[in-house]
């Protein structure tokens, strides 16, 4: 038997959300279902919140990782900021709760003209500038609506972190951020601009990242950065550690939460006390170590099939809900919603989707018990990177998601139809 994070339990053979029956919730809303637990939630955002409680933070939750408007909003009522890449998650967090906005951070490497200006009317907190490019746009819109724009540079401190290639960000041969010997130089440029302020520092090294070695090391290159950016005259009010915390996706090999979030906050606190009072105001931008193990997609078992020696199990869900183990060789635990000791006997079989892909996969070679068509899977860790990065791939409509608090559902995105789809097209000639 699986044991889970908060949210995900079985109670007598059936897995339940938080007090909620996970069958049921298939059986009311479909599959495929993306189903998160409140309790979840909260408990990793307060979790994260106390270990970080001996500096003055604020965490600013990666609006990519899930970015629906029920769970931003869960998140702005705890009082967290947010970590924005477009003009399109400005617009959630707006519609989340509109006082966060002073809470925004702005990051990504293709801001366009109307998404600066929107986020200069807007009044965000902070910038991550990413190129000298942008920097001069920034100027130029910011001169425009004669509004000041606090920025901070996203330096590359060239740090590599153990993690899946396309989701390391922080070494010299990335296209993100500046490098870190030319950030002196440019924040002297930035200064002599009348609409911008200099204020601090960003960097984020990556994703599903591990150990806690790299976040440390990329501290200190940050703070030896801000100790000459002070020097230099610069009032440095902010130091943006970004995101990249990981989770285990393997129940075998579980981590203890609270444990991780103690030693990440030493690895990332021990540089910045090292500087002089007072000290800069640290941001944060968790985004998977928040969301990932709080949701998970519930799919039914559509045929059991063989090829030669090979198994199948086509489920109802595919790549387009959940991409990860397409995209990142990420490896998703499955297990059946209902589950007995009498079916404890595992076979080996690929869990696949209906797209006609043979990169669809949910998973390889996963050890499942005998399963009947018609029964409902429940692929765990799926709170982040799913629901935010599916897409309509093969015409298929996407997921409905629910969110679960006790023994309370509530229906945050409901099930796309063919209709939604096909509305934005003409069939033109
Ligand atoms: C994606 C991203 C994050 C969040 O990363 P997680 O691994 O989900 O914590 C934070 N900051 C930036 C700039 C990002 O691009």
């Given at each position: 038997m699986f044991t889970r994070p908060p949210g995900f339990t079985y109670k007598k053979d059936e897995l339940h959300c938080d007090g909620v029956s996970i069958n049921r919730l298939a059986k009311k809303f479909g599959t495929p279902l993306y189903v998160y637990s409140a309790l979840a939630i909260r408990e990793r955002y307060r979790t994260l919140e106390r270990a970080f409680h001996h500096v003055r933070h604020t965490l600013c939750y990666s609006v990519k990782a899930n970015s629906n408007l029920s769970i931003l909003r869960l998140l702005a009522g705890m009082g967290a900021g947010f970590d924005i890449v477009s003009g399109g998650e400005l617009e959630r967090v707006r519609r989340a709760q509109k006082k966060a906005l002073k809470k925004v951070v702005f990051s990504g490497v293709g801001k366009t003209a109307d998404e600066l200006r929107l986020a200069l009317r807007n009044g965000i907190l902070l910038f991550n500038v990413e190129s000298e490019g942008e920097l001069e746009l920034l100027a130029t819109c910011a001169s425009e609506l004669r509004k000041t724009a606090n920025i901070a540079l996203r330096v590359n401190p060239d740090v590599p972190a153990e993690t899946h290639p396309y989701i390391s960000t922080g070494l010299r041969e990335h296209k993100f951020g500046v490098p870190i010997g030319n950030a002196r130089e440019l924040c002297r440029r930035a200064a002599e601009h009348k609409y911008l302020r200099v204020a601090g520092v960003s960097l984020h090294i990556g994703s599903?990242?591990?150990?806690?070695?790299?976040?440390?090391?990329?501290?200190?290159?940050?703070?030896?950065?801000?100790?000459?950016?002070?020097?230099?005259?610069?009032?440095?009010?902010?130091?943006?550690?970004?995101?990249?915390?990981?989770?285990?996706?393997?129940?075998?090999?579980?981590?203890?939460?609270?444990?991780?979030?103690?030693?990440?906050?030493?690895?990332?606190?021990?540089?910045?006390?090292?500087?002089?009072?007072?000290?800069?105001?640290?941001?944060?931008?968790?985004?998977?170590?928040?969301?990932?193990?709080?949701?998970?997609?519930?799919?039914?078992?559509?045929?059991?099939?063989?090829?030669?020696?090979?198994?199948?199990?086509?489920?109802?869900?595919?790549?387009?809900?959940?991409?990860?183990?397409?995209?990142?060789?990420?490896?998703?635990?499955?297990?059946?919603?209902?589950?007995?000791?009498?079916?404890?006997?595992?076979?080996?079989?690929?869990?696949?989707?209906?797209?006609?892909?043979?990169?669809?996969?949910?998973?390889?070679?996963?050890?499942?018990?005998?399963?009947?068509?018609?029964e409902n899977l429940c692929i765990f860790d799926a709170g982040a990177y799913g629901m935010s990065l599916a897409s309509n791939y093969n015409s298929r409509p996407r997921a409905a998601e629910v969110l679960v608090e006790g023994t309370r559902v509530r229906l945050i995105r409901r099930r796309e139809t063919i209709k939604d789809l096909l509305q934005e097209e003409a069939a033109c000639l």
């Open positions: 599903q990242i591990g150990d806690v070695a790299p976040f440390h090391l990329a501290m200190e290159r940050a703070v030896e950065l801000v100790m000459q950016l002070l020097a230099d005259g610069h009032n440095i009010r902010f130091i943006d550690a970004g995101g990249g915390l990981g989770i285990s996706y393997n129940s075998a090999a579980p981590l203890d939460f609270t444990d991780q979030a103690h030693r990440y906050a030493e690895a990332i606190t021990e540089p910045f006390l090292r500087m002089k009072k007072p000290f800069p105001h640290l941001l944060l931008e968790p985004g998977r170590s928040i969301i990932a193990p709080a949701g998970a997609l519930v799919t039914r078992v559509l045929y059991l099939k063989r090829n030669g020696n090979k198994r199948f199990t086509i489920v109802d869900a595919a790549m387009n809900d959940l991409i990860r183990p397409s995209l990142y060789q990420a490896r998703h635990e499955i297990t059946p919603v209902t589950f007995t000791r009498a079916r404890s006997e595992r076979v080996q079989s690929d869990v696949a989707g209906p797209i006609c892909e043979s990169g669809d996969f949910l998973a390889r070679d996963a050890m499942l018990p005998a399963l009947t068509p018609g």
